[in-house]
T-cell receptor, first 113, second 107 residues
Framework: DAGVIQSPRHEVTEMGQEVTLRCKPISGHDYLFWYRQTMMRGLELLIYFNNNVPIDDSGMPEDRFSAKMPNASFSTLKIQPSEPRDSAVYFC???????????FGQGTRLTVV | TQLLEQSPQFLSIQEGENLTVYCNSSSVFSSLQWYRQEPGEGPVLLVTVVTGGEVKKLKRLTFQFGDARKDSSLHITAAQTGDTGLYLCAGGGQLTFGSGTQLTVLP
């Protein structure tokens, strides 16, 4: 397996634009997590899914953020409209079951100017 | 949401020294995990501790889970420059991460 695949690796966009981040999980992993990492706030959980169903989205900052998992092979995190304070590295992670190892993608570095 | 606090936030030591970093919570966890992250990469799992009082060793790294399963520690013996990185503890079904300890080992 190629591991968790995120795209794009880097994204630079203007304030007000829509941004879509993508994640392909490891096959057979039932849990998928989206995180945001900044120097100030560390690694923050935004939302996680179990068997494609959103379980906890309390970490999603505001209505501008939305996440979907239409099937077991794909998830998206969308920001609309984007703001400069959204600039961060966004990670997708998946794991087979609760309390097992989580595997992270290489992240998407988002810069909103 | 179960919160995890790590200390110290930053640690800079000389090669060959020993160190301990801590991960604390007011909540009970079924398990705690330790990850290490290097610049430009995602975190990578080092160990999972499950039983209260459990001690696990990974070469020069020793991990301990508190008896009450609310805290954990990571001890590194004779640190090497290759140990430099961000050390993160994590736990819970929602995989909450602590704030991390940035370790720098100087030659």
């Amino acid at each position: 397996d190629a591991g968790v695949i995120q795209s794009p690796r880097h994204e630079v966009t203007e304030m007000g634009q829509e941004v879509t981040l993508r994640c392909k999980p490891i096959s057979g992993h039932d849990y998928l997590f989206w995180y945001r990492q900044t120097m100030m706030r560390g690694l923050e959980l935004l939302i996680y899914f179990n068997n494609n169903v959103p379980i906890d989205d309390s970490g999603m900052p505001e209505d501008r953020f939305s996440a979907k998992m239409p099937n077991a092979s794909f998830s998206t995190l969308k920001i609309q409209p984007s703001e400069p304070r959204d600039s961060a590295v966004y990670f997708c992670a998946t794991r087979r079951a609760r309390d097992t190892e989580a595997f992270f993608g290489q992240g998407t570095r988002l810069t909103v100017v | 949401t179960q919160l995890l606090e790590q200390s110290p936030q930053f640690l800079s030591i000389q090669e060959g020294e020993n160190l301990t970093v801590y991960c604390n919570s007011s909540s009970v966890f079924s398990s705690l995990q330790w990850y290490r992250q290097e610049p430009g990469e995602g975190p990578v799992l080092l160990v999972t501790v499950v039983t209260g009082g459990e001690v696990k060793k990974l070469k020069r790294l020793t991990f301990q889970f508190g008896d009450a399963r609310k805290d954990s520690s990571l001890h590194i013996t004779a640190a090497q420059t290759g140990d430099t990185g961000l050390y993160l503890c994590a736990g819970g079904g929602q995989l909450t991460f602590g704030s991390g300890t940035q370790l720098t080992v100087l030659p």
